[in-house]
């Protein structure tokens, strides 16, 4: 599954304005929809959480801007349910942060699988007795 492009209502990012925070109603207007819809995506997409000022009013940063251009693209234009769309958002996430932490497992610090596996070849005199009965209930199954 690629990743939709995000683009602003005229199909350029270059549209959203180089500042720093954004009201609800600039928003709005920027992705086209109203602002009680972006008080519900603000309620199922945890993600998208504006700051608020000092009188309570929501200030959105570019960077939730272009979520919001994100979300409408999935729900309208790729007719994802709300579900599916926090769903989509969740998997990019995650796979954005596990390429850190594969860089990190390759390096030699990491322990290797042989070496965990060696963990467990220590006898232990509680798993003898275990690997004891149960061998015993196999034979009285056969």
């Known amino acids: 599954m690629s990743e939709p492009e995000i683009a602003a209502p005229g ?14 109603g600039e928003v709005a207007r920027l992705a086209g929809i109203k602002p ?4 519900f995506w603000e309620t199922e997409f945890p993600s998208l959480g504006p700051k608020k000022s000092g009188t309570g009013h929501r200030l959105y940063r570019r960077k939730e801007v272009q979520l919001v251009l994100e979300i409408k693209q999935l729900l309208h234009e790729k007719r994802y349910t709300i ?4 769903k989509f958002l969740d998997a ?4 954005t942060r596990a390429k850190p ?3 990190r497992s390759a390096s030699p610090k990491t322990t290797s699988a042989k070496q965990q596996g060696s963990l467990f070849d220590v006898p232990s005199p509680l ?16």
């Open 11 to 24: 199909g350029n990012l270059e549209e959203i304005p180089d500042k720093l925070y954004f009201r609800i």
């Open 36 to 39: 009680y819809v972006l008080r």
């Open 83 to 86: 579900e599916g769309a926090r």
């Open 92 to 95: 990019r996430g995650k796979a």
């Open 101 to 103: 932490e594969l860089a």
């Open 127 to 142: 798993l003898e007795a275990l690997r004891k009965e149960l061998k015993e209930i196999a034979e009285l199954l056969k």
